[in-house]
C-alpha cells in the first residue's frame, strides 16, 4: 500500500486504507488489557495538538493514542499563543515546522483549513473536525465500534438523528458506513436536513416513520448550537419531544433490541434522557475507548513526508 502523508477525509480513502486502518486498531486496543500498555512504534517522534476549538474527547485521545505509542505530545495552547494577537494559521505552521513536528492534529472552524496546513508541512496532517466538512477518525472509530458488534456490516441499518446540517460527523460517518455496506437513514427537523443528500440516504421527520424503517442502530448527534446563526427550532424542550430520545423512546428502542451510539459530548435533556444515557445497549463509552485505539492506528499508519 502506498504511504500516504495525511488524513483529511473519508472520501479520499482507498477501501485498503480503511480496511488497514480498522484491522490493526484491533491488536492496538488489545494493548489495553496489558500491564505495560505502551509499544515504542513512535519513539523519537513528536505529536502536535492544533485545537483551534474546544475540544475534550477528542483532543484527549489523540493524546493519549501518541503516547501509547511512545510518542513525544505537545498540546499547543491557542489562548496562550500568537493566535489571539492576530497570527495566522500558516504563520502559526511555519513556525510549528521549523519546531520539526512529526505529527500535527488540528480542529478548525473553518472547512479546509486541515487541508491548508496539509499543503504547507512535511508533517502528517490529520483531520480532528473542519467545521461542517469531516471528522475522519470519528467516522473510522463509529466504523470499528459497530464491526465489533455486527462483524459484516452489510445490510444492518443505522439511523443517523438530529443536526444532520451542521454535523460533520453525519457527513463523514454515513460516508464510511455506506462504503462499508450498511444502509444509512436520517431523522432530522427539516430545518436541520441538508439540501444536498445522496439518493440512497432516506429521509424522515418523524420517529413513527423513522423506527418503521426497522434501523438495527441509533445514531443521535449533537445539536452544534456554537455553528447556528440563527436558532433552528423554537427551544430545547421542543427539541427533545419532537427529535430527543426520550424515556418513552428508550423503551421502544429497548423492546427491539436497538444499539446506541453518540460521538459526545451529550446534551442531557436534549438528544437523550438520563435513562438514556444508562441504556444496556449504549455504545457511547465503547466509541470513546475505541477511539483511542483507532487514533493509534491512524498514527501507526501515516508517514510524515510521504507524498501521498
Known amino acids: 500500500m502506498t504511504p500516504r502523508k495525511d488524513l483529511l477525509d473519508i472520501a479520499s480513502l482507498t477501501d485498503e486504507e480503511i480496511e488497514f486502518v480498522l484491522a490493526n486498531a484491533g491488536p492496538f486496543k ?3 488489557k496489558r500491564t505495560v500498555k505502551k509499544v515504542p512504534t ?7 495538538t492544533l485545537f483551534y476549538e474546544p ?21 499547543f495552547d491557542i489562548e496562550s499563543s500568537s493566535v489571539v494577537k492576530g497570527e495566522s494559521v500558516l504563520d502559526t505552521v511555519e513556525t510549528l515546522e521549523s519546531m520539526k513536528v512529526d505529527y500535527i ?10 487541508n491548508l496546513i ?11 473536525g473542519d467545521g461542517w466538512h469531516a471528522h475522519p477518525t470519528q467516522a473510522l472509530l463509529d466504523a470499528f465500534t459497530l464491526r465489533e458488534k455486527f462483524k459484516d456490516l452489510r445490510g444492518a441499518r443505522v439511523l443517523i438523528v438530529g443536526d444532520i ?9 454515513s460516508l464510511i458506513l455506506r462504503r462499508l455496506g450498511m444502509n444509512v437513514a436520517y431523522l432530522s427537523p427539516g430545518s436541520m436536513m441538508p439540501r444536498e443528500i445522496p439518493q440512497e440516504i432516506a429521509q424522515f421527520g418523524n420517529w413513527d416513520d423513522a423506527l418503521a424503517w426497522r434501523p438495527d442502530v441509533v445514531y443521535l448527534l449533537r445539536v452544534q448550537s456554537e455553528r447556528m446563526d440563527e436558532p433552528f427550532f423554537p427551544s430545547a424542550a421542543e427539541y427533545h419531544r419532537n427529535y430527543g430520545l426520550t424515556d418513552a423512546r428508550v423503551d421502544i428502542i429497548r423492546e427491539r433490541g436497538l444499539w446506541l451510539m453518540h460521538p459526545g459530548p451529550v446534551n442531557r435533556g436534549v438528544e437523550i434522557t438520563d435513562r438514556g444515557m444508562n441504556y444496556e445497549k449504549s455504545l457511547i463509552n465503547q466509541q470513546v475507548e475505541n477511539g483511542i485505539a483507532v487514533r493509534m492506528s491512524v498514527l501507526y499508519w501515516l508517514k510524515p513526508g510521504a507524498e501521498g
Open 30 to 32: 488489545d494493548l489495553f
Open 42 to 48: 513512535l519513539k523519537g517522534k513528536s505529536v502536535l
Open 55 to 75: 475540544s475534550t474527547r477528542t483532543r484527549s485521545s489523540f493524546e493519549v493514542a501518541a503516547s501509547r505509542l511512545s510518542a513525544d505530545v505537545i498540546g
Open 105 to 114: 492534529i488540528v480542529r478548525h472552524k473553518k472547512s479546509g483549513t486541515p
Open 118 to 128: 496539509a499543503q504547507n508541512t512535511r508533517a502528517s496532517v490529520i483531520n480532528a
Open 165 to 173: 446540517q451542521h454535523s460533520r460527523v453525519a457527513r463523514s460517518t
